[in-house]
């Protein structure tokens, strides 16, 4: 006993080191990792529902090109997705955001991902997993190249376009994007894109105007002065597509929020959800109330592509107004949609699914009405559209002429009449009906 009094102290002495030591090795607290593991809950979460946008576009263009076409469409847009992912891992994320660069152009390499069971002292605490950002960023992309794949559907071949989103997703949208969201020039001026109306959707909508252009209007589109509407096969479908889209939208903006690790921005994303919700409400409305005025038949099409108006027209800043100003913000992309589908088919621009409208000219009415909510003055935002504008379709525009000069882009007379299901597929989505 009197050995064991004696040994005590002296034991006590000698761990007095150690405890000392594993006070300086704790574990960071949750003050220090909650953000960043909220942040990457809220990138995963939101990249879940960006990702289910890819079957809303789907079943859009599923839905609004004839059922002789539907099985390419619906092959288009999981090749997309695929070549969109294994492009922005191999250049595209680490081109967007290159760290320090020049501000105008960079080409970076392969995304690698944070090591298995990374520890916090290695982590980036003030941000978020390299695995999450990468994945969030990801199905952006995917959604750009989504867009021009409905504009151009029913006439383009399947390798030539799927060349094309190689270009797109690879590198002209994510030399654009760094542009903004990469620390770029555009950014240094004080551009405003909260969550891509130019960045994502414009860009999308000028690759497709682009395409267009090249490809030439669909067999009996317009004939003798007249617009020959061409209905799709499936509305069902289309509305359902719609609805997703409305649905991953949520992930689209309150996402782009980038960080949940306190009571101010958890606020802000639910904000973000609701404005965002407002819009498209509001752009359905206005297209339902125009067309019953203008055509004395409410369209759906139309209505839905008024939603989608009003979700593209609330991107660029769904944080800053009020319930009220994402009304009126959305309303004025249904207004946009009813009038340009009708200006396009004057023009002879042959756009299947309306995505030029939805996309472009919503996304520039929504960048420009940052300048009603945000700090953001309409010089710098006309300067942001205008860049993204011309290098967009210029580069889609000289992409397009080459392959259509190499391999061709538009398939045959015969096939295009046949369908794009046999002449490219050899199947089809509903091989009962043409077998009754």
Do not use: C
Request: hydrophobic letters at 55%; zero cysteines; a negative charge.
């Amino acid at each position: 006993m009197k050995l064991l009094k004696t040994l005590l102290p002296a034991a006590a002495l000698v761990a007095l080191p150690v405890m000392g030591m594993a006070q300086e090795a704790a574990a960071p607290t949750m003050d220090e990792v909650g953000p960043y593991i909220l942040t990457t809950l809220l990138f995963l979460m939101a990249g879940f529902l960006v990702f289910f946008m890819a079957a809303g576009f789907a079943m859009l263009e599923a839905g609004l090109v004839r059922s002789k076409n539907v099985a390419m469409q619906l092959t288009k847009n999981i090749a997309l997705f695929s070549i969109a992912a294994i492009m922005y891992w191999l250049i595209g994320f680490n081109t967007m955001y290159p760290g320090d660069f020049n501000g105008f152009f960079a080409i970076g390499g392969q995304t690698v991902l944070d090591p298995v069971g990374v520890v916090a002292a290695d982590a980036a605490l003030d941000y978020a997993s390299v695995g999450s950002d990468f994945f969030f960023q990801l199905v952006f992309v995917a959604a750009t190249a989504s867009i021009v794949s409905g504009a151009v559907a029913e006439r383009i071949k399947l390798w030539p376009f799927l060349a094309f989103v190689v270009v797109l997703t690879g590198i002209m949208y994510p030399i654009s994007g760094s542009w903004q969201w990469g620390g770029g020039w555009l950014s240094e001026m004080g551009f405003s894109d909260f969550a891509g109306s130019t960045v994502v959707h414009s860009v999308g909508g000028w690759a497709a105007l682009a395409g267009v252009i090249v490809l030439g209007p669909r067999i009996g589109k317009y004939k003798d002065g007249r617009v020959n509407p061409i209905p799709g096969s499936n509305l069902a479908l289309a509305t359902l597509g719609t609805f997703i889209l409305w649905l991953g939208w949520f992930g689209f903006n309150g996402g782009s929020q980038l960080a949940m690790g306190t009571v101010g921005d958890v606020s802000d994303v639910s904000r973000i959800f609701a404005n965002t919700n407002m819009a498209a409400a509001a752009g359905a409305v206005t297209a339902l109330i125009l067309t019953q005025v203008l055509y004395k038949k409410v369209d759906l099409t139309m209505v839905l592509n008024g939603a989608l108006a009003g979700l593209v027209s609330i991107t660029a800043e769904p944080l800053a107004p009020t319930l009220f100003g994402a009304l009126w913000i959305g309303a004025v992309g249904g207004v946009i949609v009813v009038f340009a589908v009708p200006f396009l088919d004057k023009l002879k621009i042959d756009d299947v699914v309306g995505a030029i409208p939805v996309h472009l000219f919503a996304g520039i009415w929504g960048t420009i009405a940052v300048i009603f909510y945000g700090d953001a003055n309409l010089i710098t935002q006309l300067t942001g559209i205008a860049a993204y504008g011309v290098f967009t379709f210029v580069g889609a525009l000289i992409v397009w002429f080459i392959l259509k000069a190499i391999v061709g882009i538009r398939v045959s007379e015969e096939e295009e009449i046949n369908g794009l299901d046999m002449a490219e597929l050899g199947m089809e989505a509903y091989p009962e009906f043409s077998k009754g």
